[in-house]
């Protein structure tokens, strides 16, 4: 590693300490000293992330701000950065370091919203034997040919198991996938991009968003999804409680400590009295099938840990617009 890759691995760990704090209040865990390893251990996956993926180079390159900003969402989301988990990925943009889900972790945070108990997501290649149906009797059958071309995918689906054994499924054809990928990722055209490397990853992802979209899942996880639609296609996104009320455009003109005000018209009301404000306006909006699985149980949730009220009060202001 050269000298200048040191030094600015070592600027990354700076800015990562200087906001442990920041860091340590979105985390949820009581022990004071396994928050603190746990913070470790999102600091030590980020740099490793940098100085192991293959965009190493341009990450960096990146400000130390969009490194944090990734750092915080993987927090946030309970998340593990890079690795071969790969539930999510530090993206670099012109300078700056993008925060993107793998599907793994797509999968994670759904399961971990209780309905639905796991997944299948698999790639057909082209010998194999594959029938699906959509309507009213809808199913998938798939028989891998041990014969079949890796290289050569026909169709990628993801399958989701509920508790009381029912299923939801989606299925795309690679060709689609591809397209979906060139009409929304901002990166599929760059040689380095994962969409040219390692396609088929990326159109199996593509494959849970779109059953995702169906499924029932919590506040958190369908802002992780709409943060990551946004980077993804290069739509500005508020990323941090810290950064409220603003987009990160470029380092040039967003810092970390620029931006405190509330993304609410200032209200010296408390916390929960403005969460429920917010809640009987998205009512009064007719927005409730934006909320169609997202029932008052997330609410509830929220009332029983004060923890959460600032983060609850935030998605539900930002299906507002305000």
């Keep these: 590693m050269t000298t200048l890759a040191v030094s600015k691995l070592n600027e990354f760990r700076s800015e990562l300490e200087k906001r442990r704090d920041r860091l340590a209040a979105i985390i949820d865990e009581a022990n004071p000293t396994l928050k603190q390893g746990i913070i470790d251990r999102h600091i030590s996956l980020a740099l490793s992330s940098i100085t192991n993926s293959r965009g190493s180079a341009k990450l960096l390159k990146c400000s130390p701000e969009s490194v944090y900003l990734c750092v915080y969402q993987a927090a946030r989301f309970k998340l593990e950065i890079g690795g071969v988990m790969g539930e999510c990925y530090m993206v670099p943009y012109s300078g700056v370091a993008t925060f993107q889900l793998g599907y793994p972790g797509i999968i994670k945070m759904i399961i971990r919203d209780g309905q639905v108990s796991h997944f299948n997501v698999k790639t ?42 029912q299923t939801m499924h989606k299925a795309i054809g690679h060709r689609q996938a591809m397209e979906w990928g060139e009409r929304y990722s901002k990166s599929f055209s760059y040689n380095d991009s994962a969409w040219q490397t390692n396609p088929n990853p990326m159109c199996c992802k593509t494959a849970v968003v779109m059953l995702g979209k169906f499924l029932p899942k919590s506040v958190e996880t369908a802002q992780a999804l709409l943060i990551d639609h946004q980077n993804e296609t290069g739509e500005t996104v508020p990323v941090d409680p810290d950064y409220r009320g603003e987009a990160i455009v470029t380092p040039a003109t967003t810092t970390a400590d620029k931006m405190h005000d509330s993304i609410a018209p200032k209200d ?27 029932t008052f149980d997330s609410f509830k949730t929220a009332k029983a840990d004060p923890g959460r009220h600032e983060g609850l ?7 507002l617009g305000r």
């Design 313 to 319: 009060l935030f998605d539900i202001n930002q299906l």
């Design 268 to 294: 010296d009301r408390p916390v929960l009295e403005q969460l429920k404000a917010a809640w009987e306006m998205l009512e009064k909006d007719e927005q409730k099938t934006m909320l169609e699985h997202w």
């Design 124 to 165: 057909v290649n082209d010998k194999d034997f594959f029938e699906h149906e959509d309507g009213t009797n809808p199913f998938i059958k798939h028989i891998p040919s041990f014969d079949s071309d890796l290289e050569t995918a026909k169709a990628h689906y993801a399958i989701s198991h509920f508790h009381n054994r």
